[in-house]
Structures are given as C-alpha cells and as structure tokens.
C-alpha cells in the first residue's frame, strides 16, 4: 500500500428531502467532517454530482462516513437528518474498488439523531471507493487483501514517512502506537530501502523475457511495511522510506526484509529475505548529538545479503541496500525543543529572551502562567527580563517541567477533549504534522513524544505550528484568545463582532460567510498586545521576532519543495483552480503561485465606458467610509493612527483633511495581485520600512496603529474624475515583500496591475480628497455594522462626486 491509495466519496444526490422553507422547499447542503457540496437552491431532489478524497492514513483508518444534510440559508440552517456508511460493512461483498464495475451508488436513509423536533425525510446516493493513482491495476482481490490487513492489524499510533520526502514512500502499520509509558519507548529507527542487486532472472509464462516485477515486506515485531512494485528489473530502486518506534520489550526482535515478485494473478511469489536483530541496526546508526538531524542526514548505509528461496536455481547473489539511523528516546524530545526553539529564534544567536520564548509556548497551546514561564529563566539565576535561555536550558527546564506534572496530572485534557485548569506546557486537539485527531485526550509527555516522532522525518515541519491554514486549531489557543477579547470588550459571536471567526458577507451572493482564523493570525494578535507599548523592550522583541518569522517563512514558501504545500493550500481554501493562467506544475514554489496571474476574463471591469465608476483594487474583505473620523470611531481603533502617521507626510496629509477612506483587506486564499482603482497618472512609489504585526480586523481594532507601524508603499495617482488618490499598499504579519509592477510616472486605467504581495494577509487603503466620491450604498450599511463586505477586483464600489 502507498501513499497513493485514497479513499474517494461521490456525495451525487438527495431524493424526498423534507421542505424547510415557506415556499415549500429547501436549500440543501450536504456535509461531513472533511468535506461539503454547494448549496442547491430551492430543491427538494439536489443533484450536486460532488466529491471528495481523502488520503488513507495508516494511523487513523476510518470505518464509518457520517453525512448530515441541512437547509441553509442567509441567516443560518435547518436540520434535515443524518446517515452513515459503515465501510466494512458496506464492502463485505469485496467490490472496494472505486473504479470496479460492481461497486455501485447506494442510498442512505437519512434519519433524525438530533434531540430537535425536525422532519426528517428521504435519502442521500453516495459511492464510495478506494483508489490507487499508482497501481491503477489492482485486482478486487488485491483491495480485499489490502483492507483485511488494514483492518487486521487494527492500525493506529505514528505515521509512516512522508510523502513529500520521495514521490512515493514506503507505507506501513502499527498495532500500538500510542504508548502505555514513555519509558516503554527504547527509540525511534528510521530506514530507507535503496535498492537491490542481481535478483534472479524469472522467465515469464511465455518464457521470451524476464517476470520480474519486485518489492520488499518490512517487518518488525507488530508493524508491516511495503514499497511499491518495480516493473521488470533485477535491479529494482525504490529510495523509499519508513520508520518505526522500538520498544524495551523488542531490543531483541529482528528486522526481516523479504523480496517479493508481484503477480497480478497468482500470488505474490517470495523470492528472497534476511533478516537483522535490530541491536545491530542500533549499533551502527545510534545518533548521539543533540542537534535535529534532517531525514536525510547521519544515515548508515548497509548493505544485506539476501537469502534466495531457490538458491540452487541460479547463480546469482542478491543484495538490498539500505540506509539507517536510530534516536535514542531521550534524544528525541530534545531534539525537538531544540528544533522548535530554532524557529522563534528571531535574531538566530541560539538563545531566546522571554518574548520569543512565550511566543513560542503559544504555539503549541501553552497555558502557562507568567509566574511559571518566569522560572525556566530564575532557577537557572537569571532574569526573564534581561537574560536569554540556551537551547539546551530550555529544553532542560521543559522536561523537569513535564516531570513534575506528570506527578499531580498526566492529563491536559478530560475525556471529551476539553482542557483541564491546570497549567500545561502543550495542548493541541489534531496533530498538525500527521492530523492524528483527539492528542488532546492523551498525557502531554505523550503529545509531545508523537510530536517528536512525526517531526522527526523533517525537523521543518515544526513550523506548520506556526503557519496553520491547513492545521486544526487548539483549545488552549481558543482559551487565551478569549483573554484577549475579555480584556478588550469584545463582544459574542455576532455581525459586527470581533469575533474569534471573522464573518463577512458575500456581495454577489447575500450569504454571510465565516472567515477561518489561521493560526500564525492567532499569534499575531498575541504578540500585537504585548507590543501594545512599542517603545518597551518586550515591543521591540516582538517586532523582531515578527520580522523574524516573516523573513523565514518567505524564504520557506521561495525554496522549490514548498511546492508540496500548494496542493493542500488549493483543498483546504477550495480555491478554483480553472481560473489560474499558468499550470499548476510550472510553478517552482509556492510563492509563485501565491502570486498567480488569473485567465483573462476571470475577473472583469465593472462599467469599462465609465470611469467615474470606482473600482476594488483587489480581491478582498473591504470597509468604506465617508469620512476619516467615522472610521476610526467604528473601525480603526489605534491610539496614535493619523493620516500623516499613515503616509509618513504631513503636507500630504492635508490635502486629505475631511476626505473619504476605503479599507481592502486580503486574506491568504485571496488573489493577491492588486489593481489600479481610477484612471490617472501614476507617481513615484514611496516605500516606508515597518513592522509586520496582523491587518487581521482584530487587530485593527485594537490600541495599536497597525497601519501606521507596518511596512507599506505608498503611490498617487492624479485623477481626472476622482482628484488626488492615495493608493496605501501595507504588508502584514508572513507578507515578505511587497512587489510593484506598475510603471511610474505613467497613465494608469482602472484595472491595470499595479503590484503583488508575497506570502500572507495583506491590506490596500485607498484616500480621496473631501467631497471627491461617494461609496456605495450597501457598502456603507455594512460598514456602520463593523460587517466587511466580500468583493472581487473589478467591482464597482463607489462613484466620482461630480
């Protein structure tokens, strides 16, 4: 099994669905944990013709899909019923398959399991099947096998390598990947099966040429790897990867590697295997040092003389080469706080002050006090304030921490995964390396040694804490966020309300939709009200460190194998795809793609023949208003923002006393090439050099001039309908550059490009002179609700005052 085979679920129909609307109908939708089909309006039979896949994950294999089925409206939804499939169940007749000719659409009673009063009627056509992108040939047989060995081996615990490492990787089991202790856990030992040499030369049934098509079966104690098939070689390379943990109770098991030669319609036939006592494995690849080693560092090779099963048959000596290497337990967890630790180290001197340190503790879900945060730096006679921790301090003091919790508490979280009121060093509900779900219920040495293991394949992805678009959000994160909109009178979960999940609405469509937060936003904000006193030390940390993260995680999305995150960025924002100019396999990383030019068309220019029309210079959530002072008593909260702050001018400052102001805020989903928004002559841009804390509206509402401290270009444009018009393009927290590819000095035409962000939110403000221009109507009424307005480059929004 690879890490190809998905799991693909047709979501085709509904049929008899009850009416929920006073019309008679209903505007269904249907739903699970991972996925959800377009709204069909007025229908009470919805053809959607939707689907999903899911990648099987060896760690989390499901055996039921639940659905539930609503009417959703403007305002809120309707409960319609729920149904299920048990996938054993469904599949016992072995057709699993998604593309086998028997595996037909079945239909799923929908039923009322919700403690509401709520017809419930008719059914869903679903179809569900397994898909191999890979081995497009298997066999009924071979999907029967695969999922009884699933199943058999009741698989759970540490995943296996990842796919990014190789374009296919090895894929195994394991029976008991959630520990009962640490101490259980002698190690962790990672292989890479390289290659084979001079396997023996079957004839194939014809006798003309060779039948050999080979893969090797990793076994060790509970746990069973396999690679993929190498057609017709004897000298198969696979550089696939897998690793597993290694218990106190297995130091004296073996490692058996056995050759197969896959058949398609007999049996696989065995053809060579050895087997190693894992203490030799341990013994030639131990890694000693405490510094994270890469998937592809400090790996022994070795190489294994094969076993034939006919050794007599041919003269032939087979070999299977592989690479090793084996972390020690107590390495593990320390290799990881040092990996972590290198992340918010902002100024990279291999210490961290207090600041980035807390930030750091954030991003796991930390809920630790100030007081116990404090004593990682006085038990060692230094002070929070002015001192700095080694790497190795830290995680020395982490782990005493661990320890000593694990004397009054080994449980973060109660048994329905909420968090407990004692303090804890991690909280977080999914993995957000492997998304194992429910880590929550486990002891936080136990969440952290998953961590570490997950991390382990590549100490990079310790940064996914960090950027969090496509990762499940933590409750002890939900926790001190809501700290935060205590002490700043934040109102509940309502228009208008700066809420945890930003609503917007949609213009085109009327539909308010919910804004995800991601977590690098969350973080933002929690770093933005320590910097609310910019002049303090801790302000001054916090704008490096921000600075820091911005720095690195540009340089991440530039390198070429961030082109492994566009695939999961594109199914997680459901972006569509058909309107992006260039193929998704030519761009080399993922900032050129963050970036991306859409199809002609895509986006089009709202009244071309009129231009005292104004337009949306972007893709984005917007605010309007008439005047600069209804804005900062409704939006804007800083206490220092100004025009003049803003602009960094005080004579251009004036020329916009009394005038209008627009708010264009991107978030990442969002295309992010900007437009001009008026005809007009372009002026020199004017760069201004800031800080990069969050545009999220959260922050804006907030004590600190985001607009004024961070990083901005300012242009002019002098206009013949709309008079001078400050285009204000400002960069955000993971915004590493703000790029123009305008020509200065030059007529511009509403709609022309005028410039991109790289990665991250991002916000334009546009300022016109007073009695210039009025906004739309709708707009307007939004903003007097603090309610952004969803709208598109192109999109009419205002009109020239005369």
């Known amino acids: 099994m690879t890490d190809e085979i998905k799991l693909r679920v047709d979501i085709i129909s509904g049929k008899d669905l ?13 739903m699970n944990n991972v996925h959800q089909t377009q709204v069909v309006p007025k229908s009470l039979n919805p053809q959607w013709d939707d689907w999903f896949e899911y990648n099987i994950a060896l760690d989390n294999v499901p055996t039921a899909i639940h659905f539930t089925c609503w009417d959703k409206d403007m305002f809120g939804k309707d409960y319609m019923g729920e149904a299920h499939i048990a996938l054993n169940d469904n599949w016992e007749a072995g057709h699993i398959g998604y593309n086998d000719p028997q595996n037909k659409p079945i239909h799923l009673p929908l039923q009322n399991l919700s403690k509401q009063n709520e017809v419930v009627t008719g059914y869903l056509v679903v179809k569900v099947g397994l898909i191999d992108l890979e081995n497009q040939f298997l066999e009924a047989k071979e999907w029967r096998d695969i999922w009884k060995r699933i199943h058999r081996l009741k698989i759970s615990g540490s995943p296996t390598a990842s796919p990014s490492d190789y374009d296919q990787s090895v894929q195994g089991s394991r029976t008991d990947g959630t520990f009962k202790s640490s101490v259980d856990l002698l190690g962790l030992t990672f292989l890479e099966i390289v290659s084979a040499q001079d396997l023996p030369p079957e004839k194939n049934a014809s006798r003309t040429g060779i039948d050999m098509d080979p893969f090797v079966v990793v076994s060790f104690s509970k746990q069973t790897f396999r690679t993929r098939v190498i057609p017709n070689s004897l000298n198969p390379l696979w550089k696939e990867r897998l690793y597993f943990a290694v218990k106190n109770v297995e130091s004296n098991y073996s490692v058996k590697f056995t050759v197969y030669d896959w058949d398609k319609i007999t049996n696989n036939d065995l053809i060579a295997t050895v087997s190693v006592p894992i203490q030799n494995l341990i013994q030639m ?8 080693k890469d998937a592809e560092d400090d790996m022994t090779p070795i190489t294994l003389d094969l076993e034939l099963k006919t050794s007599q048959k041919y003269d032939v000596k087979p070999k299977l080469f592989i690479k090793t290497r084996f972390v020690p337990y107590n390495l593990l967890r320390i290799q990881f706080w040092h990996a972590l630790s290198k992340v ?30 404090e004593k990682f730096f006085t038990s060692r006679g230094k ?5 700095e921790l080694t790497f190795d301090e830290l995680a020395a003091g982490l782990e005493a921490h661990l320890r000593e919790s694990e004397k009054s508490t080994n449980r973060p979280a109660d048994n329905n995964g909420e968090e407990l009121d004692n303090e804890h060093i991690i909280f977080i509900k999914d993995c957000p390396i492997c998304k194992r779900p429910e880590l929550g219920k486990l002891p936080e040495t136990e969440i952290i040694t998953h961590i570490a293991i997950c991390a382990s394949t590549d100490w990079a992805s310790v940064d996914k804490f960090l950027v969090g678009d496509f990762v499940t959000e933590s409750q002890a994160q939900r926790k001190w966020l809501a700290r935060i909109i205590t002490k700043v009178g934040y109102g509940g979960y309502k228009i208008g309300a700066n809420n945890a999940n930003i609503i917007v609405q949609d213009r085109t469509t009327g539909e308010l939709v919910e804004e995800k937060m991601p977590t690098y936003i969350k973080l933002g904000i929690r770093l933005l ?3 609310v006193k910019p002049s303090g030390i801790e302000g001054n940390s916090t704008r490096r460190l921000l600075e820091s993260l911005s720095y690195k995680q540009g340089k991440k999305f530039d390198d070429p194998t961030s082109v492994r995150d566009i695939k999961p960025f594109i199914d997680f924002h459901k972006l569509n795809v058909d309107e992006i100019l260039d193929p998704l396999n030519s761009f080399k990383n993922f900032n050129e793609f963050f970036y991306r030019k859409l199809k ?8 071309p023949n009129n231009p005292r029309v104004l337009v949306s210079p972007a893709d984005c959530r ?5 005047t600069i002072d209804e804005a900062t008593n409704i939006w804007i909260k800083g206490q220092n923002f100004s025009i003049e702050t803003l602009l960094g001018d005080a004579v251009a400052a004036q020329t916009f006393t009394g005038g209008s102001l627009g708010i264009f805020r991107l978030a990442p989903q969002d295309y992010h090439r900007f437009h001009i928004p008026v005809n007009g002559i372009l002026s020199e841009p004017k760069p201004i050099a800031g800080a990069y804390y969050t545009v999220n509206p959260m922050a804006i509402r907030s004590e600190l001039d985001v607009y004024g401290e961070n990083k901005r270009t300012i242009s002019y444009i002098n206009s013949q309908q709309f008079g001078n018009v400050a285009f204000v393009a400002i960069g955000a927290m993971m915004v590493g550059s703000i790029i123009l590819t305008s020509k200065p000095r030059s007529e511009v035409k509403r709609f022309d490009e005028h410039g991109y962000f790289a990665f991250g939110g991002s916000t334009v403000i546009l300022l016109f002179q007073k009695g210039k221009m009025k906004w739309d109507v709708d707009i307007l009424a939004n903003s007097e609700q603090a309610l952004e307005t969803l709208v598109r480059v192109g999109m009419g929004v205002g009109l020239a005052a005369s």
Request: hydrophobic share 30%; no cysteine; net charge negative.
């Open 18 to 30: 009850a009416p929920k609307d006073r019309n008679g109908f209903s505007d269904p939708v249907s």
């Open 285 to 292: 690849a131990s890694s000693s040092t405490l510094r994270p």
């Open 344 to 373: 918010y180290d902002s100024d990279e001197n291999g210490v961290l002050n207090y600041v980035e340190l807390t930030t750091m503790l954030s991003s796991i879900g930390s809920s630790l006090s100030q007081s116990s945060i």
């Open 383 to 387: 002070n929070p304030r002015t001192d």
């Open 529 to 531: 009200y320590r910097g």
């Open 600 to 607: 002609p068309g895509a986006r089009k220019l709202d009244s």
């Open 622 to 626: 917007m605010m309007a208003f008439p």
